[in-house]
């Protein structure tokens, strides 16, 4: 089944920083260890992860990564060349799809059978190709 996504913004995309673009992260973190958040982003490029998935990978707990995707989120959003995803979440007893959610976290009841069955978000990160004019 191919996952929906739908793209999230903050209203961030103004703060695209050219400092942001012409260093790398990668040099300027360079004599760093990846923090938990450069962790989780790299572990949710290109893929899908649920906040359980994640919180069981990285030994840390789900509120914890609950904490972090907005942040997560914000980078990525001030990045052109990243897009953040989000698989919305779904009542498992009615098929109700939280398509309008723009909150990050796991809703806990379905308004329309009231149903407590939700499936977990899962986010991801979509890298695209920079095309930088030179
Ligand atoms: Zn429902």
Request: charged share 25%.
């Amino acid at each position: 089944m191919q996952p929906r996504s739908k793209q999230l913004t903050d209203g961030c995309s103004l703060l695209v920083q050219d400092t942001l673009l012409s260093y790398p992260n990668s040099v300027v973190m360079s004599d760093e260890q990846p923090t938990l958040r450069q962790q989780i982003m790299q572990r949710i490029t290109g893929t899908l992860c649920s906040a359980r998935e994640l919180s069981v990978e990285l030994k840390i707990p789900q509120m914890q990564v609950d904490g972090h995707l907005p942040h997560i989120l914000r980078s990525v959003s001030r990045d052109q060349s990243r897009r953040f995803v989000m698989e919305p979440s779904g009542c498992h007893e009615c098929g109700y799809e939280f398509l309008s959610r723009t909150r990050l976290t796991k809703p806990s009841r379905c308004p329309q059978c009231r149903g407590k069955k939700i499936s977990a978000p899962r986010y991801g990160i979509e890298c695209h190709e920079l095309t930088r004019k030179l």
